[in-house]
């Protein structure tokens, strides 16, 4: 079965009508169909984690998700996320501590430790570092991540009180 | 307002960009009626093709082209050798032929009209070969050894006489060390959109070197380098991965001039692990004599490394044995190993990383033999000068490196006995290492814009894989100019802007950075120059020798009053930008008088699980003498990363091979394991002070090598005290210590 197949389904809140192939996963749809370059591919089997988007509310691997899967469902990528400002406090502490370098890992990165702090508004490091122990980065050493996200968990306390 | 850029820790430029994700890496220049092209590599490690059936496969849905050496165009291969291509041999010419020399050589590209239709073509190509079985392994009785031919790093060294002074010392260690070949597993794959406009080529293309990158394909396919532009803004990580130009880049521009539209071509995770270079494998030898109080009199270090059968990849690997220890009788020798694999390349701390595993491994080892604290060892044979070159260092804080860095680890405490320290049923161990990398300073350029709005715009080709070269070209520019970052816009990777030099071996900062400085001296000098000879200007008949930069602002000598501003003089002559350029390099003079490296000292503390032979890192604490920091917020990150990157030379990174084929059996982030969060503890990056005149005008010397290098003695070392077992080969996996 290759004939493109239709779907219909919510990128970042706007309504996507495509036709897709079925062997084309999430992510490449997202980059090469709509252009979102946000979410990046690293290792295709599910293993890096910088390809992580939203579905459904939930973070997937996208490169896990066939295209075809995501039909009828809601995907947020790192560019909705941003414009909306859910992200706000962690980019900002992700800048202040330079818990990034390249670039490549980091708005999975992001997604990941935002989908933490929305179960868990305060987590210590030793947390933080399980829960992001499946996005890969070559380039921090990843504790300036985890500061960062400590920081911005602080901060998100800081507004709600 | 006096501008203080440098040193101060800025945040990055480029932050907004990466943590939006609107930075742009090479797979994401999308051109219009672009097609995909899809990498076939060789299924044999050796042997000739004998048959492709492209037909069946060309009828597949949206195929475009089956590209093989049966249709490819014949291409020019001029010769070329950039600074980061081997010296001796000649690169893989890519679809030229019938051989196949290693396993997923490329012998295919296929075209389509979308990533899935290439792929599933791709996959269904059946190519048949005489395959023959490759000698992959460096201890296969096969491979012959071969001494490299001229270069900077592969000469054998010699002073005294180190055999006998080894055979006539009271004391002495002998050991060998096998260390395993690495790919640099970047997050980013290698990715090229390739797009023809007559005989002008545009590469949007992972590089770390974008001028030699263009000077290579203009080689390749025979066209001036005025006709090939390379573009790459930002990297996705590269440590030396994208310093050359792999045959996957001349495959998307065959591509595209085929099918004539734009290609895009990103290499498989599977693909990086085949051509596109990797730390080679090393074998070494290190035999140390003392005197009993722990005074070297001998130092034999033999070291050889893989290469392909078509180049010789020559790396650093003993050349720090020269000047590392006083010690008067010194012998180095490096062989190359050709066998059926593809030329390696450089990977984060080359040769220097490899070779103090091996030397400050067997360094620790003697501490134990003499009954010397391993920090005391090196002291008493910390040398005052490089007796390699019998210069003085141009700088050298390694000792006060081992201070700082003993105090903030709380070295003091350590009980020097092998498996006296523990934590519950965790067996503990202490190491240290030392490190070091050269000064390099390599001619580069850049050139700088004067705006009317005050603001001035910078451009060098250089790179950015991550360690913060926007950020930091910035505060040298808003330093030198006395404007504040935001005024300054420096933009970086295309092929068009001044040439620097390769964004590796820790040269970007002082070479780039050089350049950024003298560029910007060079705009003030020319606005100065039209400011004196512009009847409009206040500053009008003024001699050229009598007015001065201050903050920002041409005044006159000696008169408080503050003269125009840039803004003011830009406008006042006509509002056209104003722009110069300038180079700079290393004074020859100065290189033949001083030994120029950064040093660093590093503590770890590792646990060991005696019953599964789990290695923990615990905590980690380096100190450098590296010159000036320019940035120490970002200058910690890449230290803490390349010791991170060091953690996985010494527990993790080995990329093993099917000795039946060549193939790369674990070619995949599952299976090829990396450091990761949880592997991770509490690490610290101290930088001592340290002022070099001497390295070059910013006085900085590097830090992205340095910082990976002395991890993973360090760390074996630690699990040598942790469980009294000497692990000689590298990563140290379980299996090294089942039996503690």
Redesign the interface.
């Known amino acids: 079965m290759?004939a493109p197949t239709p779907i219909t389904l919510t990128v970042n809140g706007e309504t996507v009508a495509a036709q897709v192939?079925p062997?084309?996963h999430l992510t490449?749809f997202l980059?090469?169909n709509l252009?979102?370059?946000?979410?990046?591919?690293?290792?295709?089997?599910g293993?890096?984690g910088?390809c992580t988007v939203r579905l459904d509310g939930e973070i997937v691997r996208g490169c896990l998700v066939l295209a075809v899967q995501a039909d009828g469902k809601s995907v947020e990528?790192?560019?909705g996320l941003?414009d909306s400002g859910a992200?706000d406090e962690?980019?900002a502490a992700?800048?202040?501590r330079?818990a990034?370098?390249?670039?490549?890992?980091?708005?999975a990165m992001?997604l990941t430790a935002h989908e933490l702090l929305a179960r868990n508004p305060t987590p210590d490091r030793a947390t933080?570092?399980?829960h992001?122990?499946?996005?890969?980065?070559?380039?921090?050493?990843?504790?300036?991540?985890?500061d960062a996200v400590e920081i911005a968990a602080r901060a998100r306390a800081g507004a709600k009180s | 307002m006096t501008m203080q850029a440098i040193g101060k820790p800025h945040s990055r430029v480029d932050g907004r960009a990466k943590v939006t994700g609107g930075a742009r890496y090479a797979a994401e220049f999308n051109q219009p009626d672009q097609l995909y092209a899809v990498v076939v590599g060789s299924t044999v490690g050796l042997g000739r093709i004998l048959r492709i059936d492209a037909g069946a496969v060309a009828q597949m849905p949206g195929v475009r082209a089956v590209i093989s050496h049966l249709n490819a165009p014949r291409l020019a291969y001029q010769p070329h050798k950039g600074g980061t291509d081997p010296a001796n041999g000649e690169r893989l010419h890519v679809l030229q032929d019938d051989q196949v020399r290693f396993y997923g050589q490329p012998v295919a590209v296929i075209v389509a009209d979308s990533l899935d239709h290439a792929e599933r073509a791709a996959a269904a190509l059946a190519v048949s070969y005489a395959g023959e079985t490759p000698v992959v392994d460096p201890l296969d009785a096969k491979v012959q050894p071969v001494a490299p031919q001229a270069g900077r790093a592969g000469a054998d060294r010699s002073r005294g006489d180190a055999d006998a002074a080894f055979a006539a010392a009271p004391v002495t260690v002998e050991a060998s060390f096998d260390m395993a070949r690495e790919n640099h597993t970047p997050m980013e794959p290698h990715a090229t959109i390739a797009a023809w406009s007559g005989d002008r080529l545009t590469l949007w293309s992972k590089s770390q070197f974008v001028v030699n990158e263009q000077a290579e394909i203009a080689a390749i396919f025979g066209m001036p380098a005025a006709n090939v532009q390379v573009i790459c803004p930002f990297v996705g990580g590269g440590f030396g991965t994208s310093l050359r130009t792999w045959p996957h880049v001349t495959l998307a521009a065959i591509a595209a001039r085929q099918v004539g539209r734009p290609v895009k071509l990103v290499l498989t995770r599977r693909q990086m692990f085949h051509t596109t270079g990797h730390r080679p494998r090393t074998l070494q030898r290190v035999a140390l004599g003392a005197t009993t109080d722990g005074r070297l009199t001998s130092l034999i270090h033999e070291g050889s490394g893989e290469t392909s059968r078509y180049e010789q990849f020559v790396e650093a690997l003993t050349s720090t044995s020269g000047f590392m220890y006083s010690c008067p009788n010194v012998r180095t020798r490096y062989r190359l190993l050709p066998m059926d694999t593809g030329t390696p390349t450089f990977m984060r701390g080359p040769g220097e990383a490899s070779g103090m595993y091996a030397v400050e491994s067997a360094i620790d080892e003697l501490s134990y033999k003499l009954g010397i604290d391993p920090v005391e060892l090196r002291r008493r044979n910390e040398p005052a000068i490089d007796e390699a070159e019998k210069l003085p260092f141009s700088s050298r804080s390694l000792m006060q490196c081992y201070a700082l860095g003993a105090e903030r680890f709380g070295w003091a405490s350590r009980d020097p006995r092998p498996r006296a320290m523990r934590d519950g049923r965790l067996l503990i161990g202490w190491g240290v290492a030392s490190a070091s990398y050269p000064c390099f300073f390599s001619p580069a350029s850049a050139r700088v814009r004067l705006l009317a709005d005050g603001s001035a715009e910078v451009e060098a080709a250089s790179s950015d894989m991550g360690p913060g070269t926007y950020t930091s070209m910035t505060q040298v520019a808003a330093e030198t100019l006395s404007l504040p970052l935001d005024k300054v816009r420096f933009s970086l990777g295309r092929s068009d802007f001044p040439a620097t030099p390769s964004h590796g071996g820790s040269q970007t900062m002082s070479s780039v950075g050089s350049a950024v400085r003298a560029a910007c001296l060079a705009v003030q000098a020319e606005l100065a120059k039209r400011a004196v000879a512009d009847r409009r200007s206040q500053l009008f008949g003024a001699s050229i020798d009598s007015v001065e930069w201050r903050e920002g602002r041409l005044s006159r000598k000696g008169d408080a009053a503050a003269g125009p501003s840039y803004s003011e003089l830009v406008t006042g002559a006509g509002g056209s930008p104003v722009e110069a350029g300038a180079s700079a390099a290393r004074d020859a003079a100065i290189a033949k008088q001083y030994s120029m490296h950064a040093f660093g000292a590093v503590f770890v503390e590792v646990s060991v699980d005696p019953d599964l032979g789990l290695v923990r890192l615990r905590r980690a604490v380096g100190a450098y003498g590296a010159g000036r920091i320019v940035n120490p917020k970002l200058a910690t990150s890449q230290c803490i990363g390349g010791m991170v990157g060091g953690l996985g030379m010494a527990l993790m990174e080995r990329t093993a091979l099917d000795p039946r084929d060549g193939r790369p059996v674990n070619a995949h982030m599952g299976d090829y394991l990396v450091p990761v969060n949880l592997d991770v503890p509490h690490l610290e990056a101290h930088f001592v002070e340290e002022q070099d005149p001497h390295v070059n005008p910013l006085g900085v010397k590097g830090l992205g090598e340095v910082a990976l290098v002395g991890m993973a003695p360090a760390i074996a070392n630690a699990v040598f005290h942790a469980t009294g077992k000497r692990v000689r080969e590298l990563p140290i996996r379980i299996e090294n210590l089942l039996d503690v």
């Open positions: 290759i192939e062997r084309i490449d980059r090469e252009g979102l370059t946000g979410t990046h591919i690293g290792c295709e089997h293993v890096c910088a990528t790192i560019e941003s992200l962690l980019q992700f800048r202040d330079n990034l370098q390249c670039g490549y890992c980091t708005p992001l933080i570092r399980e992001l122990s499946g996005n890969y980065c070559r380039c921090t050493g990843y504790q300036a991540i985890i």
